[in-house]
């Protein structure tokens, strides 16, 4: 299977600052049909998981704009322009391309400084 | 709404048997493909198993192939996971999840979660 690794593991960051989460895959991400199926999932504390983007840079409906997701090949990007209150919980890199299965990365932990 | 409900969660011994329960509404069941997650204490997420509608066909993690079953009736818009064999480390929260938007392309990941059921495998 596809490994997803992600750093760093824990990020602490001040209000209204920007945050920055990096994930590499064992392998290129790049599908038969082009795309490259890498979404983030942010996982807030005593919630399920939430899908955040998808195919690397692709926002899912209600998702805030200061959330945006870039990288190819092997290495991707979560960034946060600036950092609110209920961004607090944990962030998952996966990758569909080698589905299945589905792998996660091993998830960052955002909390407030 | 959109909205899955798992059910079935319980302490159970090793070597147990459970079966978990996901009650969905809110979109034509029988149109997707499902999943089970699990995520154990304090840890990341997995992919416990999938089950096509088309097709199907079915994957399991290799570590509850042989003793985890899916299925899905779709006549009364339910999915189940038939856990036997119960080990310690099957021990976490199981969510139901499945893929919708963007076409549904199973590629891009669940975009619906249901809120989770708690297994506990201990003596």
């Known amino acids: 299977d596809v490994v997803m690794t992600q750093s760093p593991l824990s990020l602490p960051v001040t209000l209204g600052q920007p945050a920055s989460i990096s994930c590499r895959s064992s392998q290129g991400l790049v599908y038969s049909d082009g795309n490259t199926y890498l979404s983030w999932f942010q996982q807030r504390p005593g919630q399920s998981p939430r899908r955040l983007i998808y195919k690397v840079s692709n926002r899912d409906s209600g998702v805030p704009d200061r959330f945006s997701g870039s990288g190819s090949g092997t290495d991707f990007t979560l960034k946060i322009s600036r950092v609110e209150a209920e961004d607090v919980g944990v962030y998952y890199c996966?990758?569909?391309?080698?589905?299945?299965?589905?792998?996660f990365g091993q998830g960052t932990k955002l909390e407030i400084k | 709404e959109v909205q899955l409900v798992e059910s079935g969660g319980d302490l159970v011994q090793p070597g147990g048997s459970l079966r978990l329960s996901c009650a969905a509404s809110?979109?034509?069941?029988?149109?997707?493909?499902m999943n089970w997650v699990r995520q154990a204490p304090g840890k990341g997420l997995e992919l416990v198993s999938y089950?096509?509608?088309?097709?199907?066909?079915?994957y399991y993690a290799d570590s509850v192939k042989g003793r985890f079953t899916i299925s899905r009736d779709n006549a009364k818009n339910s999915l189940y996971l038939q856990m036997n064999s119960l080990r310690d480390e099957d021990t976490a929260v199981y969510y139901c999840a499945l893929t919708i938007a963007a076409g549904g392309a199973i590629r891009n990941g669940m975009d619906v979660w249901g809120q989770g059921t708690t297994v506990t495998v201990s003596s």
């Open positions: 089950i096509s509608v088309t097709t199907g066909g079915t």
């Open positions: 996966m990758q569909g391309t080698h589905w299945p299965p589905y792998t």
């Open positions: 809110g979109f034509t069941f029988s149109n997707y493909d």
